[in-house]
């Protein structure tokens, strides 16, 4: 071979190679993401930009998130198996201390969203935990807390 042929070769290995990379970068998020949140990444709460007035929060595990809504505060969360109930926990800041506001027990169909209907929500940002429950009482699953921030207009 040619000393150009050869340069050719090695450059289109060399583009093959990284295209393959980024590839596989990106077929292991498609794979280990549920199909519900491929469509929109939320950022977390320590990924706030100015460029959303009033985004949507979620925690690093993506397991609990919520956003604004003027006059209220709307929270969804992941449920946990063995779970019968839901206790949902606020503060001012994200180190607590949490007070519990509101407790969501199974029905038929136990729900995994709540809403905090409050005036704060327009004035002051809003630490939320969440903890599941079993039959029993006892703690199975702690949800990293969040805190959605204040209303912007």
Avoid: H
């Avoid at 979620?58 to 397991?63: E, G, I, L, V």
């Avoid at 949902?88 to 995994?112: K, L, N, Q």
């Amino acid at each position: 071979m040619n000393k150009k042929v050869l340069f050719f070769v090695v450059i289109i290995i060399a583009v093959i190679s990284i295209s393959a990379y980024f590839w596989l970068q990106k077929a292991d998020v498609l794979i280990s993401t549920p199909a519900s949140r491929k469509t929109s990444p939320t950022p977390t709460s320590n990924e706030l930009t100015t460029k959303v007035k009033n985004p949507t929060i979620a925690n690093s595990a993506n397991d609990l998130v919520g956003n604004n809504n003027l006059e209220s505060i709307g929270l969804i969360w992941d449920r946990e198996e063995g779970a019968v109930e839901y206790v949902i926990f606020r503060s001012d800041f994200i180190s607590g201390p949490f007070v519990e506001f509101r407790r969501i027990r199974a029905g038929i169909e136990i729900r995994a969203n709540t809403e905090d209907i409050t005036p704060d929500a327009r004035t002051k940002t809003l630490c939320y935990k969440i903890e599941a429950r079993d039959i029993a009482g006892k703690i199975i699953r702690i949800y990293e807390p969040i805190c959605v921030p204040k209303w912007q207009e």
